[in-house]
């Protein structure tokens, strides 16, 4: 397995756009996070999917921020519109199903919002 | 928060010296895992420890957790400057569905 593929690996976009970034868990992975890494917060959980179905989003910072997971082999965290405050990495991970396990990351977009 | 956090910030030693970090959390857990980044990098998975253990090895490294005192160790022996990189803790807490929270990171430099 070629591990989780986030796309694209770097965004640079202007205020006021809308931004989508791709994900593509681990097949057979039930779980998938989408986190987001800054300097000042650290990595922040923003919502986590559970066999497709989003369990927790009390994480995603506003209304501009919206995540889906149509199937089980593909999810997009979509911000619109982007502000310069939502420059950050953002990670995509994925984990199988049971007690402690581990979370499998993909390498990270790097949006920058001018 | 949920957040655990690391300590130091930052440390750099050099090559062949031990390396010690430490988190501390503020919930229960059903484990504690270390993991590492480097720069530029995605999060790699370094190993896991679960509540009802106290002490994990793996290689160079030597993981303790007390969960009387809600704190972990990680120790990394013999360092390479190859080990450089950034490393997180992250709990389980229990009932929560495989969620994991991050601490804030230690940055180690290893000095050739």
């Known amino acids: 397995d070629a591990g989780v593929i986030q796309s694209p690996r770097h965004e640079v976009t202007e205020m006021g756009q809308e931004v989508t970034l791709r994900c593509k868990p681990i097949?057979?992975?039930?779980?998938l996070f989408w986190y987001r890494q800054t300097m000042m917060r650290g990595l922040e959980l923003l919502i986590y999917f559970n066999n497709n179905v989003p369990i927790d989003d009390s994480g995603m910072p506003e209304d501009r921020f919206s995540a889906k997971m149509p199937n089980a082999s593909f999810s997009t965290l979509k911000i619109q519109p982007s502000e310069p405050r939502d420059s950050a990495v953002y990670f995509c991970?994925?984990?199988?199903?049971?007690?402690?396990?581990?979370?499998?990351f993909g390498q990270g977009t790097r949006l920058t919002v001018v | 928060s949920q957040q655990g956090e690391e300590d130091p910030q930052a440390l750099s030693i050099q090559e062949g010296e031990n390396a010690t970090m430490n988190c501390s959390y503020k919930?229960?857990?059903?484990?504690l895992q270390w993991y590492r980044q480097n720069s530029g990098r995605g999060l790699v998975h370094l190993i896991l420890?679960?509540?009802?253990?106290r002490e994990k090895h793996s290689g160079r490294l030597r993981v303790t957790l007390d969960t009387s005192k809600k704190s972990s160790s990680l120790l990394i022996t013999a360092s390479r400057a190859a080990d450089t990189a950034s490393y997180f803790c992250a709990t389980e807490p229990p009932n929560t569905g495989n969620q994991f929270y991050f601490g804030t990171g230690t940055s180690l430099t290893v000095i050739p």
């Open positions: 420890i679960r509540s009802n253990e």
């Open positions: 991970a994925s984990s199988p199903t049971g007690p402690n396990t581990e979370a499998f």
């Open positions: 919930t229960s857990i059903n484990n």
């Open positions: 097949s057979g992975h039930d779980y």
